[in-house]
């Protein structure tokens, strides 16, 4: 007599759920994380682009700002920026819960991100030599397996499925 399925309980698929969609999800939070580290690499170059833009725009305006004003205002479109980034990465792993759940919008929503995310690197890239750039090749290429493992044939059963019946919880 076999063991009933207890998946649930132990952390791992809810049945009915593919393999390779839970595969998608923890690569989709892996490059959802990649994606924040490659913004922290790239956040004392950005300090300095904000700073120079601030700088920039008040002698343009005539203007005159002090360092202390300069600072400030750096600061706080600093944090503005930040703020921002964390948010979107909250929504990018709110749609991989709805993509782990069978909602094909999500699926879709993913892959259309993930092509122009590619587009976006081979159109911007001088090559892999620095490391923003090879922390953005890393997270594109866990994307592209994301879409991989999205629209494998019992996946794209899974999502055909999940359109059709009402949910109880996507969480």
């Given amino acids: 007599m076999a063991a009933p399925d207890q998946s649930d309980r132990s952390g791992g698929a809810k049945p009915g759920r593919p393999v390779d969609v839970t595969k998608a999800f923890a690569l989709w939070l892996a490059s959802v994380a990649v994606s924040l580290v490659g913004q922290l690499i790239a956040y004392p170059a950005a300090s300095g682009m904000v700073r120079d833009a601030v700088r920039q725009g008040a002698e343009s305006s005539g203007t005159p700002i002090g360092p202390v004003e300069l600072e400030t205002i750096t600061r706080i479109g600093l944090a503005l920026g930040v703020a921002f980034i964390v948010l979107l990465a909250v929504v990018w792993v709110l749609i991989g819960f709805k993509m782990r759940a069978g909602r094909n919008w999500a ?3 993913i892959t259309v991100v993930t092509v122009l995310g590619v587009i976006s690197m081979l159109t911007t890239a001088n090559g892999f030599g620095s ?5 953005s090749l890393v997270q594109n290429l866990l994307a592209i397996a994301v879409v991989v493992y999205m629209y494998r044939s019992e996946s794209s059963a899974y999502f055909s499925k999940s359109k059709s019946g009402p949910r109880k919880s996507d969480w």
Avoid: K
């Avoid at 490391?131 to 922390?135: D, E, N, P, R």
């Fill in 131 to 135: 490391l923003a750039a090879i922390v």
């Fill in 107 to 109: 699926r879709i929503l």
